[in-house]
């Protein structure tokens, strides 16, 4: 079973940066890609971002493109997402997932899951 744990979530003003990590334990980010979604009070959890596993292909959700950026550090079995010009629309829990085939955007592509962090964008 691996166990991601999310960290970086906090309370930022419209504007502002975060950024966001995810470990896992050993090497287990080389099980496949990795990929963040984000799930908003009374929403579904949607697509944010993923990378592969040798971090040579990316993709973005159009809502991100330009502000958001996944980059991954295997060394140091670390998944991040930097976070700027935050707006309220980005307010939402946040989730690593890990163990995809390909750079999916589905969750059903994703099997191993951390608990998430909370990223809350004040106006």
């Known amino acids: 079973q691996v166990q991601l744990v999310e960290s970086g979530g906090g309370l930022v003003q419209a504007g502002g940066s975060l950024r966001l990590s995810c470990v896992a334990p050993?090497?287990?980010?080389?099980?496949?890609?990795t990929g963040w979604f984000r799930q908003a009070p009374g929403k579904e959890r949607v697509f944010v971002a993923a990378?592969?596993?040798?971090?040579?292909?990316?993709r973005h959700a159009d809502s991100v493109k330009g502000r958001f950026t996944i980059s991954r550090d295997n060394a140091k079995n670390t998944v991040f997402l930097q976070m700027n010009s935050l707006n309220p629309e980005d307010t939402a829990r946040y989730y690593c997932?890990?163990?995809?085939?390909?750079?999916?955007?589905?969750?059903?592509?994703?099997?191993?899951w951390g608990q998430g962090t909370q990223v809350t964008v004040s106006s």
């Open positions: 997932a890990t163990g995809a085939a390909v750079v999916g955007v589905r969750e059903d592509q994703y099997p191993y």
């Open positions: 050993g090497r287990s980010f080389t099980t496949g890609a």
């Open positions: 990378i592969s596993r040798s971090g040579g292909i990316t």
